[in-house]
């Protein structure tokens, strides 16, 4: 199964994601995150911390100016560029770069094409992508199996997460799934109702352990593991584990 | 006056920037705000509807220039009458330019781009303020979607990836030569959270804006907060800050 997560800039994808890859690979699968941001911080959401999350960077940045070989294929990127997170996450930052080579399957390639090329016949992937809908519009030949569109109830990201939600519908590209981050009351489920009428959000309370882990740059699983917040992540992990009706 | 805010995603670059832009146009500034992403971002921070307010593709023209072809303004046409005629009228006399919305899947924004590109290089020429709201994250901002900018702006939340953020921001800038960047501390809860993120950018600390829940609302109603709460904190903070650069021009 491949999960692309997509929606505006700050609206909780990396965290999203983290808590996604990491309670998946608990259910025993091997679990796969790549980091499809140019200012990838995947790696502080999984637990990592900043010195790790800055090294992979690094990495990317010297295969960016050629200090550094290029990876054969997909899986040697992964293998080369990965680490290992907690829980038994591989994470990789895949962004797109500057200085591509034509045909690499490392960087002459978009984190869209990597995610074709990956085999996980038995496993996740969980690709945290760049914000806004460039990505999204690129999903075409159907890489992923789900996309999740993560929203706050705010106008803007509301109506990135729309324009985003109706790509994948027109395009058929996958299951989706909506995420609302940072509700606060009742007005707030009401104004992501009146713009996702035809969905069922994963409702995912405006949460103070989330705002504290942020700020203490700690994995929320691992911060807090017993908010709600993370509860209601965790129980869209779970939902995603079990194949969509049909 | 040229300052571009720049950030991570979600940071509050539209919110401060679209403010900043009002209150600077209020102290008598002709002052074009500028939203480089193409989702819509500044419009509801500076009280806009959400329309278009993007270069039409017809005023850009190709030309044969060193054997590729270049885009410039249609002939005759000035940045300054680009914007008179194009560019959206805002509260406070703001004028407001766009990228261009993304129009699906397979939209070319060559023109556009380059269209917008062009007008920025006339305009510091022509007597404008340009208040320019960049796209979020690294993605080359000094030196292309900012390379009309005197002050970078690099606005920073005390979390842990926008510090990184900012961090990663200081050292491109350093990288391209970017001219004066500072950091704008947003969403501060703790008294030693605008000094110790700025130290942790190794960036000057230029200005700091309390965590607003005011701004909260405004953001999901969609109205620009300098008119949900003309004198709350947040149009304090950015007011403190248009005055403090205004000085530093000026003294300059």
């Known amino acids: 199964m491949k999960i692309a997560v997509v929606g505006k800039g700050g609206s909780g994808k990396t965290t999203t994601a983290a808590v996604l890859a990491r309670t998946l690979a608990r259910q025993g699968q091997p679990t796969l995150a790549l980091d499809c941001d140019s200012n990838p911080n995947l790696g502080i959401s999984l637990g990592l911390g900043e010195e790790i999350t800055e090294r992979l960077l690094a990495v990317r940045e010297a295969v960016d100016a050629g200090e550094e070989e290029h990876a054969a294929s997909a899986d040697e990127l992964v293998r080369r560029f990965g680490v290992d997170a907690p829980d038994g996450v591989r994470l990789a930052v895949v962004s797109a770069i500057e200085h591509p080579h034509p045909g690499c399957p490392c960087c002459g390639i978009s984190p869209e094409h990597l995610l074709r090329e990956l085999v996980m016949e038995d496993g996740v992937v969980v690709a945290d992508f760049e914000a806004g809908l460039g990505t999204v519009m690129r999903l075409d030949g159907r890489p992923v199996d789900v996309v999740v569109v993560v929203v706050e109830p705010t106008a803007k990201s509301l109506e990135v997460g729309r324009r985003a939600a109706d790509l994948v519908i027109e395009t058929s590209l996958g299951r989706l799934a909506l995420v609302a981050n940072r509700v606060r009351d009742l007005d707030d489920v009401a104004r992501i109702a009146a713009v996702f009428p035809d969905l069922e959000p994963v409702l995912v309370p405006d949460d103070q352990a989330i705002v504290e882990a942020e700020r203490r740059g700690l994995a929320p699983l691992d911060a807090a593991p017993d908010s709600a917040a993370v509860r209601a992540l965790v129980g869209l992990a779970e939902g995603l584990a079990v194949p969509a009706p049909t | ?252």
């Open chain 2, 1 to 252: 006056m040229r300052v571009a805010f720049v950030g991570k995603g979600g940071v509050g670059k539209s919110s401060l920037a679209g403010t900043f832009a009002r209150v600077l146009a209020r102290t008598g500034e002709r002052v074009l705000a500028l939203d480089s992403d193409p989702m819509p971002g500044l419009a509801f921070s500076l009280g806009v509807d959400r329309d278009d307010a993007g270069l039409p593709d017809d005023v850009v023209e190709e030309y044969d220039g060193d054997a590729r072809v270049r885009y410039r303004l249609r002939d005759g046409l000035t940045g300054t009458q680009a914007v008179e005629t194009y560019a959206r009228r805002s509260p406070d006399g703001v004028r407001f330019l766009q990228l261009g919305k993304a129009r699906g899947p397979r939209w070319n924004n060559t023109r556009a781009h380059f269209g917008f590109q062009n007008v920025l290089d006339e305009l510091p020429d022509e007597g404008w303020s340009i208040v320019g709201d960049l796209p979020g994250g690294t993605r080359q901002p000094f030196m292309t979607w900012g390379r009309y900018a005197e002050t970078f702006l690099v606005v920073v939340e005390p979390t842990a990836a926008s510090v990184l953020t900012g961090r990663r921001l200081a050292r491109l800038a350093d990288m391209e030569g970017a001219p004066r960047v500072g950091v704008v501390v947003n969403r501060v809860r703790e008294v030693d959270d605008a000094d110790r993120v700025a130290q942790r950018t190794g960036l000057p600390l230029l200005g700091s804006v309390p965590f607003d829940p005011a701004l909260a609302t405004a953001d999901r109603l969609g109205v620009a907060i300098l008119d949900h709460d003309p004198d709350g904190p947040t149009a304090v903070a950015v007011g403190s800050l248009v005055e403090s650069l205004r000085a530093d021009v000026e003294s300059r």
